[in-house]
């Protein structure tokens, strides 16, 4: 008999309405608190409303993961007709996602907790690679396995175009955002075995910026595999957007190019006009 397996995933990996849609994918949603409110990321607080309270405020708002409590109730739900459940979530040395998630998991047969060892359309990757095997027909123990071994090579960066929100976000000093600001720098932050690490730093306007990162980012494309990328954002507008999608077909004939606008917790991280670019590379990085 056909196994049912349903791909789950949290707010976090940043899919677009169009892709859950599409992939059939479930969503569970991080938490997102504006001063004493709280809301659920993408659900009833939107990047728009967290840029709002911080130009009103000063201050970041706080996000938070889905509890071991919403774990279980969500596992239970979708096992009780056999169906087998395979869960994303951001990497466990960013979150504390995945022990909650592993935890609710430990009452139930068929489900599977991946730890993405990445964040944003990072985990995106993974999710889009998963629904894929479920199409072919794999199982979900060998899905899980192939995205276990797929991580290695999910390449996820971003430029940050706003270091005020690292500062205040307590992952920069207020000296070295002095110093960024002063100089114009655009950090690129690159996500390896599951950490956040500061690559090349960018210098200008971001009309300058944002091409060259995606440059550096596709090189020749030898080193890529052609089938999918996607390209996250913050705030901008369409027409950029587009622009910067051309730039990216042109450097490599990607079969299917994805653009997505980043939720509650990047937006929070990364600030206004950030960008950010998820491709799958043929060798670990």
């Known amino acids: 008999m056909e196994q049912n397996i349903i791909i789950a995933a949290e707010s976090t990996a940043d899919l677009s309405p169009a892709l859950i849609e599409q992939f059939h994918i479930h969503v569970l949603r991080h938490g997102v608190r504006l001063g004493e409110a709280q809301f659920r990321d993408g659900l009833d607080v939107t ?108 390449d996820m960066t971003f430029v940050v175009s706003d270091i005020e929100f690292l500062k205040n976000g307590g992952r920069c000093s207020a000296m070295a955002a002095l110093g960024a600001n002063l100089l114009q720098l655009k950090p690129c932050l690159l ?8 690559g ?26 052609p089938c999918r990328a996607i390209l996250v954002h913050t705030n901008l507008d369409e027409e950029t957007v587009r622009v910067y999608c051309d730039a990216i077909r042109a450097l490599v004939p990607v079969e299917e190019l994805y653009v997505t606008q980043a939720g509650c917790s990047i937006s929070v991280n990364c600030g206004y006009d950030s960008i950010g670019l998820a491709v799958v590379r043929k060798t670990p990085l």
């Open 191 to 198: 996500v390896r075995s599951g950490k956040v690490q500061v």
């Open 200 to 225: 090349k730093n960018y210098r200008g306007r971001l009309a300058k910026v944002h091409p060259e990162y995606l440059r550096d980012r596709m090189g020749d494309g030898g080193d890529i595999e």
């Open 47 to 154: 990047p728009e409303a967290v840029f709002a309270y911080y130009r009103e405020t000063g201050k970041l708002p706080k996000t938070y993961s889905v509890n071991v409590a919403e774990y279980e109730a969500f596992f239970k739900e979708k096992t009780e007709s056999g169906s087998a459940v395979i869960l994303f979530t951001v990497g466990s040395a960013l979150s504390s996602s995945y022990q909650n998630a592993r935890i609710a998991a430990e009452s139930f047969q068929n489900v599977y907790v991946v730890d993405s060892q990445n964040l944003s359309v990072g985990i995106a990757l993974l999710i889009l690679a998963a629904c894929d095997m479920v199409r072919e027909g794999l199982d979900a123990a060998a899905i899980y396995e192939h995205c276990c071994a797929m991580r290695q090579r999910v």
